[in-house]
């Protein structure tokens, strides 16, 4: 629950609540569960290796302000995932994001808006820590997420590949609802506080921004996410 080295090493990260158990139960993907004693005499025993555990010790290891009894050890996809983001034709390129809440509503609207996959820079946060997990509400056991150790070098792939790089930047003059999305698309997305490295947005195809009225000077990472997914749905 607290290490990312440990989750990647066991390749396993935890998720709690009925429903995201409930969920990944179906797909087979639950290594142990945690039930505590009032989730049995509600439920019953479940389909899985499983560990009971007292109402008091299951408050304890708990995140959450109301537990729902119930939290299960998950295995992380890995090689299903890669191949999902190989075949993919719509993506977002996530560099160096830092806030779990931002992440998980990215992957959470990524599956609303019919997105392939999302791809991480190294240095964003853990797509398997558990407050990213909670606020994906189950998306993140549909949505193929990985990381990729270059993504200057993922970025210039993509654009050999025919892809459309769209960068989110302060300094484009075209608004985002002009570019193209219609063909093969990668939103490039950067971090909560600096935006996209120069680096990154000068690989881009379209560099694009979106409009703002009054004094904000910038929006919300998951939002500015959200609004260009959207574009992409709605071109198809």
């Not at 179906?26 to 142990?32: A, H, L």
């Not at 830092?98 to 019919?114: K, M, V």
Request: net charge neutral; aromatic share 6%.
């Amino acid at each position: 629950m607290k290490k990312s080295k440990e989750r990647q090493e066991q390749g396993l990260f935890v998720t709690e609540g009925r429903k995201m158990f409930n969920e990944a139960l179906e797909m087979g993907i639950v290594e142990k569960a945690f039930l505590s004693e009032n989730y049995l005499r509600e439920c019953g025993e479940v389909s899985c290796p499983y560990e009971t555990v007292s109402n008091e010790v299951f408050n304890k290891i708990s995140e959450t302000v109301t537990p729902q009894g119930v939290l299960a050890l998950v295995k992380i996809p890995g090689a299903m995932a890669s191949e999902r983001v190989k075949e993919a034709k719509s993506l977002v390129l996530l560099e160096n994001l830092q806030d779990p809440g931002n992440l998980g509503t990215i992957i959470r609207t990524a599956e609303a808006a019919g997105i392939d996959g999302i791809v991480l820079s190294r240095n964003c946060v853990d797509p398997y820590n558990p407050k990213v997990v909670r606020s994906t509400m189950g998306a993140l056991f549909r949505m193929p997420v990985l990381y990729t150790d270059d993504l200057t070098l993922f970025v210039k792939e993509l654009n050999k590949n025919g892809f459309n790089t769209l960068a989110t930047h302060l300094s484009a003059t075209k608004p985002y609802y002009e570019a193209d999305y219609k063909g093969k698309t990668a939103i490039l997305i950067g971090n909560e506080g600096n935006g996209l490295s120069d680096e990154i947005t000068d690989l881009a195809r379209e560099k694009v921004i979106i409009p703002m009225s009054g004094k904000v000077e910038s929006l919300n990472a998951s939002v500015a996410a959200a609004l260009m997914m959207y574009e992409v749905k709605r071109n198809k």
